[in-house]
């Protein structure tokens, strides 16, 4: 297909009702919950750990509410509160030892023997896998050699390269919003729907070299085939993670055919991009990297979506809630976001046309330092679950091998003994701390170890250059009529519903 039509194809605005996706993955869990439960009570063969302090008894009913409500953070954090003085300490579901840890320490510990030591728990890695194998999923030689296919775009030399597009996308982005206040004023827009555009144009452009544009593909408010589909995805991947026995297999479901359907558009992306030759260049990034691979014989066909899938899944719905978030935390604080908003202000007055560089970005300390309070008070991943495959010792505590690890960075941007006041939002708190030292920190937000985040640094770019322009276009504040936000954790944490915003 043509350049214009595959733009008509992958962007074309759903016409359709919308569909109540989280209700019908709802009565999915009922089902999982059913053999999840059953497969606890077989699976009583592995070692407990008697020496380990037991939390709340009851804790499976929480466990089983959480899931069903897609808040699945509040389990754990129920849990740390209730053991505040626990560095280590265990949940008991049904006969299953639940390992979890709250102290940072420790947490660097086990994500420095990843994957000696620990490993995802199979469930995940199933669930993950079944879109192919793929980074993200991947774990020993498999990740490695992932890794280094996959990790060559974020090279500090290619990001550069980045910035031109980052900032026309951004520009295209803010045009959309400055036109909207103007042609409808006063009306409400979903800013976090409206944001999912802009990210995922960034993740095409730099990805695939593909000038997506899913931005000007329709007016505020109308949604883009792609995004809409990309709405099933995360739901889907937490109750595939979350399911003992993987029954789509066998069965195809109302919500897995839906996440089907977001399947077979990055595949027909995957073979639109190769046939127009995309991959060619280095502007395709990562898509060139991979073609690069595939024609030495390193990596298949289907090595190549699963990869591309991954990179648009976890590129795509982090950047757009970690953003979201932020900006809520800015409308709260109109006296930190005058303080943000001179600084955006004096650093662009002294750039040609409004281009940020890297070097501009590295100006805005107080914009940094905002985004780095709010992904500690809305941690987008605030636990990680791992199996232990060896026997280790934390700090001076066994854990036995075919244990559940939990690690709750969330436990630790929560406890005073880090961070003073936990529980208010001081960006100084970040004052000279690089996105890049934030883990020296304690502040989790891209990993630990081995397995951080390969891209965080062109998400740091892409954050920065949207957050500096919508602060110095736009006035941010908190709606008359505004409540506090609700979050919901579907594989990541969310604002419930989206952020929404009025002009």
């Not at 996308?169 to 729907?193: A, G």
């Not at 602060?471 to 594989?491: C, G, P, R, T, Y």
Request: net charge neutral.
């Amino acid at each position: 297909m043509s350049s214009t039509n595959a733009i008509d194809y992958f962007c074309s605005l759903t016409k359709k009702t919308p569909i109540n996706f989280n209700q019908y993955i709802k009565y999915e869990y009922v089902f999982v919950l059913f053999f999840m439960i059953i497969f606890i009570l077989l699976d009583v063969h592995k070692r407990s750990h008697p020496h380990i302090k037991n939390s709340n008894k009851f804790a499976v009913f929480d466990f089983l509410y959480s899931i069903f409500n897609n808040r699945f953070h509040l389990f754990f954090r129920h849990q740390f509160e209730a053991n505040p003085d626990q560095s280590i300490f265990k949940i008991n579901l049904l006969l299953q030892d639940l390992i979890v840890i709250t102290d940072p320490e420790y947490i660097k510990h086990v994500c420095n023997n990843r994957p000696l030591k620990y490993t995802r728990i199979e469930g995940l890695i199933e669930g993950l896998n079944g879109c192919g194998k793929n980074v993200f999923s991947g774990e020993g030689s498999q990740w490695s050699h992932h890794r280094k296919v996959t990790a060559s775009q974020f090279n500090t030399f290619k990001l550069p390269k980045m910035e031109k597009p980052i900032n026309q996308i951004v520009d295209r982005f803010v045009k959309k919003l400055e036109t909207h206040t103007i042609e409808q004023p006063h009306q409400s827009v979903n800013f976090s729907k409206e944001v999912s555009s802009y990210t995922l144009d960034v993740l095409f452009k730099t990805g695939f070299g593909y000038d997506l544009n899913s931005i000007e593909s329709g007016q505020v408010g109308t949604t883009p085939k792609i995004i809409k589909r990309l709405e099933c995805v995360m739901g889907n991947i937490t109750k595939r993670c979350l399911s003992p026995f993987h029954y789509w297999k066998y069965y195809t479901t109302f919500t897995e055919s839906k996440f089907n359907k977001f399947l077979d558009l990055v595949k027909d992306f995957k073979n639109h991009f190769i046939q127009q030759d995309y991959a060619i260049t280095e502007e395709a990034g990562l898509l060139h990297s991979l073609m690069v691979q595939m024609k030495q014989g390193l990596i298949d066909d289907d090595e190549i979506y699963a990869n591309m899938l991954c990179y648009i899944i976890a590129g795509h719905d982090t950047s757009s809630k970690a953003i979201s978030y932020a900006i809520w935390y800015l409308a709260k604080h109109p006296d930190i976001l005058q303080k943000v908003k001179k600084e955006v202000v004096d650093v662009l007055a002294n750039t040609e046309n409004s281009y940020l560089s890297n070097k501009d970005i590295d100006k805005l300390q107080l914009l940094q330092q905002v985004l780095l309070e709010s992904m500690r008070l809305k941690p987008l991943v605030s636990f990680i679950l791992l199996e232990c495959i060896e026997d280790d010792v934390v700090g001076d505590t066994e854990i036995y091998a075919g244990a559940q690890v939990v690690l709750t960075t969330e436990a630790v941007y929560r406890n005073a003994e880090y961070f003073p006041e936990p529980e208010e939002f001081k960006p100084e708190r970040w004052e000279g701390v690089s996105f890049e030292r934030c883990t020296d920190y304690n502040l989790f937000a891209f990993g630990y170890g081995p397995r951080m985040c390969p891209g965080r640094k062109m998400v740091r770019v892409q954050m920065l250059i949207l957050f500096a322009k919508l602060i110095a276009n736009f006035d941010i504040k908190l709606a008359e009529n505004s409540i506090e936000l609700v979050d919901e954790h579907v594989f990541v944490l969310s604002p419930e519903g989206g952020l929404n915003s009025y002009n």
